[in-house]
């Protein structure tokens, strides 16, 4: 059973990364669009570097 | 001149408190301009790349960005680029546009409520992930000092998960009990802390139960459904706000020395002599002190012909000028003026509507106290029965448990929001929170007329009948005027091929119409005492030649798109239609013909369709509402439910619970539809709710139930109530 030690603080601790990533995804607004980036992707156009 | 607004965070709280002043004291020329449009027609990727390439083509244009769930571009510009021009843009690509306020936008663009909610959710269900799967382990066999410590990990995670993500339904609670009410957030409360407190106490004791998780997944989904809840209601009330910001509040002020000078709304006092272009709407009731033209009083009465307006008459605020510019000098402003009075109806009417009560409050009525009665039930018939309080309160807290409204959080929400979702694809935005219930229950539709089911701008009739000459030096006439009868016969001419007259000193006489030389004689194209005519009761226009007998050019109002559909498909769906209006009886009795309506009531003043519209009420009918103008603003008030295009005065679109946002009514008959079958699934999902309960509850208060029966529970009903609401089509 002493595998267990390891085990929870590492699933724990990939949970945690997979919350921090939400809380990331939340802050930096990429749940504004979510119809129109679900659209983008079937689009040639490169939207990454917009005009300056 | 909105373009060159970027409200920024003010730390002055009057600037906060007075928004206007804020946007004016903004209102510099090195601003970058923050334009924000609003496309009610884009559905694709192919709408977002042609319209997003066309802005950014332009030389003046930093960066454009396409917005598809709120179907609105914000475009980030030089200075000198204006709204108009980018609207024209993109109008010029085959989309429909209105320009929006980015002042009022940006008030509403960072839903803290929102993130903060999405924050909790997120958090609920990260514990409630991890606490499950400990849980998992435990019914599978964990045993003894594995369990305890298992159970003790469970309990290091849902405390502090508990404590935040909790905090929206502890609020609530105390918030309905300080006020010695019940409400659905008081039983979720008490589950929840019940569950905590029963599992920390079984834990001490190395305990075989624990519900961490059920207190967990409980957060969990109630949070998911509070927040879709949220989101329907966010997405609604900021495009409800944009609406508002369609309408620029500026007007223009001639200063004692004659200057001109752009001023808000708001600061105009009485006395001041405002000038106001052709096109323009009057932004006070005022007297005329210069000029002759013709007004445009449709959106306060209904009538659809122009009215001569000259030195010395009053006008009304919301009147709209159409031919030559008019200055006026204020009588009454703001509040005072007789746009606001009317709009006081509103207030009087809109008592009525709060009586409704949605499906969920009715719900929560039933369900709120049966919960605690039930529970403290089981909790004294079991204490009685074993003496036992730690045996008692572990069964209460099962049945609170088991009871709390978990898919009953979600049934309303779930289902609103894909029915929300489907009307605002079509180009409905959903108001108000009960309007779907309300708008399943209609029977009765009644539809105003000008700008409603007509257009508001008229189309020349009897072309086929006029003289190819005289419909050739009408053109002539009336290609260089704005007034929309000039505009009908140019639109109409055009279409038809033809070709405008030779003709020289052509003069637009503000008020009358339109005159020029042929052939050394004068012709003229206006109104009938101009040229020498005998009116008629149609809207007309006459075309005097030389000495000749003049000529009529009839007219009558176009047809909304889908008005014809939509008055079809109500009638099809068995529903009784009505026709109201201000205008004259004769306008009113060809529409109703033309649309096959056989009940229509013409030359009603607003408390008339007020008045009407509670008469049918009175007898039993659920009335919907369909107007624009102000005059429709008590009637929209008053009835059952009400829609309103996105074209109409403020007051209206305030008053109404729903607004399309298109051109197009055929929707109208579609929503209704949608709406019957939501109201149908929320039905089901309170049945559904109810099915699991009744198995369930009965195991609960025996003492059969473990974690692992209610945490089935719980998830099974919640994931079949949200499956259902997404089966609505």
Known sequence: MTILAYLIPISLFLGGVGLVFFVYTVKSNQYDDPEGDARRILSDEYDDHPKR | ?729
């Not at chain 2, 929102?114 to 609920?124: D, I, K, Q, T, W």
């Not at chain 2, 305990?207 to 109630?222: C, K, M, Q, R």
């Not at chain 2, 509507?353 to 039933?366: E, G, H, I, V």
């Not at chain 2, 699991?692 to 009965?698: D, F, H, K, S, T």
Request: glycine share 6%; proline share 4%.
């Open chain 2, 1 to 729: 001149m909105t373009a060159s607004m970027r409200p920024t965070p003010s730390a002055c709280p009057a600037c906060a408190a007075a928004p206007a002043a804020e946007k004016l004291a903004e209102m510099q020329p090195h601003d970058p301009a923050q334009i924000a449009l609003s496309l009610p027609t884009i559905h694709c990727s192919a709408c977002i790349t042609k319209i997003e390439k066309a802005l950014d083509a332009h030389p003046q244009v930093k960066s454009a960005r396409v917005n598809l769930t709120l179907k609105r571009a914000s475009i980030e510009a030089e200075p000198e680029v204006t709204a108009q021009d980018m609207k024209e843009l993109v109008e010029g690509l085959g989309f429909e546009a209105h320009e929006l306020d980015a002042g009022t936008l940006n008030a509403t663009a960072n839903d803290r409520a929102g993130r903060e909610l999405l924050m909790r959710l997120a958090v609920a269900g990260f514990a409630s992930m991890n606490v499950m799967l400990l849980s998992v382990s435990v019914w599978s066999g964990a045993a003894d000092a594995t369990r305890d410590m298992f159970h003790w990990i469970s309990a290091a995670i849902a405390l502090p998960t508990i404590a935040f993500s909790g905090q929206p339904f502890f609020r609530s609670a105390w918030a309905a009990l300080s006020n010695k009410q019940l409400n659905m957030d008081v039983p979720i409360t008490l589950a929840i802390l019940l569950a905590i407190v029963t599992s920390l106490w079984e834990t001490s004791l190395s305990g075989e139960h624990a519900y961490f998780d059920a207190a967990l997944a409980l957060t969990f989904f109630l949070l998911a459904g509070r927040y879709l809840d949220h989101r329907t209601r966010a997405i609604a009330r900021s495009a409800a706000e944009e609406l508002t910001a369609l309408e620029v509040p500026r007007a223009t002020r001639l200063t004692d020395t004659g200057d001109e000078e752009i001023v808000n709304v708001a600061q105009l006092a009485v006395g001041d002599l405002i000038l106001v272009r052709p096109g323009g709407r009057m932004p006070v009731d005022g007297g005329i002190t210069q000029g002759t033209s013709e007004i445009d009083r449709s959106l306060l009465t209904g009538e659809t012909l122009p009215v001569f307006a000259s030195e010395g008459q009053a006008v009304s605020a919301g009147e709209v000028n159409l031919t030559g510019p008019l200055t006026i000098r204020a009588t009454a402003v703001g509040a005072d003026t007789s746009l606001h009075q009317m709009a006081d109806l509103v207030a009087i009417a809109e008592s009525g509507r709060s009586r409704y009560t949605s499906l969920a409050d009715k719900a929560a009525k039933l369900y709120a106290p049966g919960v605690h009665i039930l529970s403290a039930l089981a909790f004294v018939g079991w204490y009685l029965y074993t003496f036992d309080l730690r045996t008692a309160l572990n069964i209460a807290a099962a049945v609170l448990i088991i009871t709390c409204p978990c898919a009953l959080g979600l049934a309303v929400p779930a289902v609103t929001t894909a029915a929300s979702g489907r009307l605002f694809r079509k180009g409905m935005l959903i108001k108000h929170e009960t309007a779907l219930e309300r708008l399943a229950q209609v029977d009765t539709v009644v539809f105003d007329k000008t700008g409603t089911l007509t257009a508001g701008t008229p189309e020349l009739t009897n072309l086929a009948q006029l003289p190819r000459a005289d419909v050739e030096l009408a053109l002539a006439l009336a290609q260089g005027s704005s007034h929309p009868l000039a505009q009908a016969i140019t639109r109409a001419a055009r279409e038809a091929g033809i070709a405008p007259a030779q003709v020289t000193d052509v003069t637009e006489v503000p008020g009358y119409g339109t005159k020029a030389q042929l052939n050394g004689q004068e012709v003229r194209l206006g109104r009938a005492s101009w040229t020498g005519a005998q009116g008629c009761a149609e809207t007309a226009t006459f075309l005097q030649n030389g000495d000749a007998a003049p000529v009529a050019f009839v007219f009558a109002d176009r047809l909304r798109e889908g008005a014809a559909e939509a008055v079809q498909a109500l009638k099809d769906a068995g529903k009784t239609v009505y026709l109201m209006s201000g205008d004259t009886t004769s306008a009113v009795e060809a529409l109703a013909n033309r649309l096959g309506i056989t009940r229509w009531l013409a030359e009603a003043l607003p408390a008339d369709k007020s008045s009407r519209i509670q008469a049918l009420t009175d007898e039993g009918a659920k009335v919907l509402m369909v107007g624009d103008g102000l005059n429709d603003t008590a009637a929209l008030a008053a009835a059952h439910v009400s829609i309103s295009p996105a074209t109409a005065l403020d007051a209206a679109r305030v008053a109404s619970d729903i607004v399309l946002l298109g051109g197009d009514l055929s929707p109208i008959a579609s929503a209704c539809a949608t709406a019957r079958s939501a109201t149908r699934r929320i039905r089901e999902n309170f049945r559904i709710a109810t099915v699991y309960n009744v198995i369930a509850v009965p195991l609960a208060v025996a003492g059969l139930c473990s974690p692992l029966i209610a945490a089935l529970a719980m998830s099974a009903s919640s994931i079949t109530v949200s499956l259902n609401a997404l089966r609505l089509r």
